[in-house]
């Protein structure tokens, strides 16, 4: 297995450099630069074309595209992450200011969603017909269906604005900066964003834990007198785990990318949100910075995703 991690992680070398320079390739051809941004546009129509490139040039926006993504791509193989050219703050202050945010949102959603679904999609299957079953069903397809910000919007009209039981965004207050003061900001960001993922986890539990319910080694278990609680959570639940980690691989970028939707509603300082303004703005380094992260993420997901579900499943051998 260590052999598989290894070639695993040095395939993560030419991904990286492929999609980084795809998405470096995007904002080129993108409308716009940064300088377009920054300066406001009744003063832009009026500015002197030789300041506008004098300041193309002070960010190094006149030289070549392949020019440019070598100089970001050899500094950031020697640890040097650039600047944001909008705020001049370094993305690495960046990265570490709001990526802890992101990581606390997303990964109480996504532990929060985990336990509940396989919870929930397991008592479905194992009441396969029953009002319970149906009625879980019917919750799933709604969690499903209804998009992320009409949850998000809803929460905020009811447990803001009306009962105002809850602060309506943010992480904090100035000068409150332990997690039990963070944890009234974190509440509806965190189960909302965990409504989705849960729906999706307790579809997939259920139906993975049907089928397997219906596998030969459930009835032989069963033959053999033991009990039914253990041939249903040993046996079938342990096997039915598999495709629901799959799933829940699928949702550790999360932890990195973070739910742009989310935080905008809820105007929470993540790396999501961060995401979103430097694409408005072309910031080039940070965008790139954030999509390297991103791409570091799904690869790690699927190494972690094939790992777990060989230790699991007996049947997966690693490396075959």
Not at 19 to 42: A, H, Q, W
Not at 159 to 176: E, H, I, K, M, S
Not at 198 to 208: D, E, I, L, P
Not at 232 to 238: E, I, K, T, V
Request: hydrophobic residues 50%; glycine residues 10%; positive net charge.
């Amino acid at each position: 297995m260590l052999s598989y991690i290894l070639r695993r992680v040095l395939l993560l070398i030419p991904m990286a450099l492929v999609i980084s320079f795809l998405v470096y390739l995007g904002l080129e051809i993108t409308p716009g630069d940064p300088v377009s941004y920054m300066i406001p546009p009744d003063m832009y129509g009026s500015m002197d074309p030789e300041r506008l490139q004098a300041l193309r040039e002070s960010l190094g926006l006149g030289q070549p595209f392949i020019v440019r993504y070598g100089i970001w791509l050899w500094g950031v193989l020697h640890g040097n992450f650039g600047y944001s050219m909008s705020g001049g703050v370094p993305i690495s202050t960046i990265v570490a200011d709001r990526l802890p945010a992101t990581i606390e949102l997303s990964g109480i959603a996504l532990v929060l969603s985990t336990i509940v679904g396989c919870v929930l999609g397991t008592i479905s299957a194992l009441r396969r017909g029953s009002g319970t079953d149906n009625s879980l069903t019917v919750v799933g397809m709604l969690g499903v269906s209804i998009p992320e910000f009409f949850f998000g919007l809803v929460a905020i009209l009811i447990f803001a604005l009306n009962l105002q039981w809850l602060p309506v965004g943010g992480r904090t207050l100035p000068g409150y900066v332990t997690f039990w003061d963070r944890l009234p900001h974190l509440v509806m960001p965190a189960l909302v964003l965990s409504v989705t993922m849960t729906a999706g986890v307790m579809r997939y539990a259920r139906s993975s834990m049907l089928d397997s319910l219906n596998k030969e080694f459930i009835r032989t278990a069963r033959s053999k007198g033991l009990p039914e609680w253990r041939v249903n959570l040993l046996h079938g639940f342990r096997v039915a785990l598999t495709p629901v980690i799959v799933l829940i691989g699928f949702r550790l970028p999360v932890l990195i990318g973070g739910s742009v939707v989310i935080e905008q509603v809820f105007q929470w300082p993540g790396i999501g949100n961060e995401f979103v303004a430097a694409v408005r703005s072309q910031d080039y380094p940070l965008v790139m910075m954030i999509a390297l992260l991103s791409v570091v993420a799904v690869s790690l997901k699927n190494l972690i995703v094939d790992v777990l579900t060989a230790l699991i499943d007996p049947r997966v051998r690693l490396g075959r």
